[in-house]
């Protein structure tokens, strides 16, 4: 009996205790405040098992050809570059004032699979800055800028080129 009241205590305190703080404004909330390594750690992979989850048996129906890298490409310049960074650099925006701070695909490239990274930009993240795109853009589009993020760091020459080449 003993045992079970420590342990009851050892999980059900922590949790107690991190509500009180919530409640009573002791956690900060300012998008501009690093998050503490817990806080990253959990978060983090509470996202990756969801959409590991979510992405099972879900595949990119295109194929990675020039025309589809880089219509991925430009959609990625008018909707995402201003959070997410480009070729010339990260978004200064999305490195200091995000909570979470948005990933920097053209310096950082991406871990996420391409559905993984679909179901991200359809149906965005809670409490971060990432919207949901779903009803704004068709799923092709979707789907082209997935393919673009995904080969990034290793883009076709052809590719490479209009991608570090000022936008037009």
Avoid at 17 to 23: F, G, K, N
Avoid at 40 to 66: C, F, I, M, Y
Avoid at 135 to 149: A, D, K, R, S, Y
Wanted: charged share 15%; hydrophobic share 45%.
């Amino acid at each position: 009996m003993r045992y079970l009241v420590i342990f009851v205590l050892g999980a059900v305190l922590p949790i107690v205790a991190l509500v009180a703080m919530a409640l009573s404004g002791i956690l900060p909330v300012r998008a501009t405040a690093s998050p503490s390594w817990i806080e990253s750690a959990v978060a983090g992979r509470a996202l990756d098992a969801r959409l590991e989850r979510e992405a099972r048996g879900l595949q990119n129906p295109l194929k990675p050809t020039d025309d589809v890298l880089l219509a991925g490409m430009k959609s990625y310049r008018n909707g995402c570059v201003g959070c997410h960074g480009g070729a010339r650099g990260p978004s200064a925006w999305g490195t200091k004032n995000f909570y979470p701070r948005a990933p920097q695909f053209a310096q950082e490239g991406t871990d996420m699979s391409e559905p993984e990274m679909f179901l991200v930009v359809k149906h965005g993240v809670r409490y971060t800055g990432m919207a949901a795109w779903d009803g704004l853009i068709p799923e092709q589009e979707m789907w082209q800028v997935v393919t673009f993020l995904s080969r990034i760091k290793n883009l076709p020459p052809s590719v490479a080129a209009a991608w570090t080449a000022p936008p037009a």
